[in-house]
Nanobody, 123 residues
Framework: QVQLQESGPGLVKPSQTLSLTCTVS??????????WNWIRQSPGKGLEWMGA???????YYGPSLKSRTSISRDTAKNQFTLQLSSVTPEDTAVYYC???????????????WGQGTQVTVSS
């Protein structure tokens, strides 16, 4: 049973870069058939897919945040990371990491989720 755990600061100042790490256990992030995703949910809004990195290291980004998002991985630690630059209060959200077997195409059926971590952008 794969387990995912997000970690990172809960408070980030405007204009700074938000950095989160997802630690994976019970599965390898280098498994070719898997996608390792970052997803967020802002207050009062639905889930927003931010991007994913595959088991082979290919990276995909969602269109709305692409210019500010960077996803990478550390295979030795079995972790993948999210960086979101130039944050504003509108980036306040619960951030989730998740595993899937297909690239995001509009729903989250079959995803394995971390518990999520609250990030607040405020001075």
């Amino acid at each position: 049973q794969v387990q995912l755990q997000e970690s990172g600061p809960g408070l980030v100042k405007p204009s700074q870069t938000l950095s989160l790490t997802c630690t994976v256990s019970g599965g390898s992030i280098t498994t070719e058939s898997h996608y390792w995703n970052w997803i967020r949910q802002s207050p009062g809004k639905g889930l927003e897919w931010m991007g994913a990195i595959t088991g082979t290291g290919s990276i995909y980004y969602g269109p709305s945040l692409k210019s500010r998002t960077s996803i990478s991985r550390d295979t030795a630690k079995n972790q993948f990371t999210l960086q979101l630059s130039s944050v504003t209060p509108e980036d306040t959200a619960v951030y989730y990491c998740a595993r899937s077997e297909v690239l995001y195409y509009g729903n989250y059926d079959g995803y394995d989720w971390g518990q999520g971590t609250q990030v607040t952008v405020s001075s």
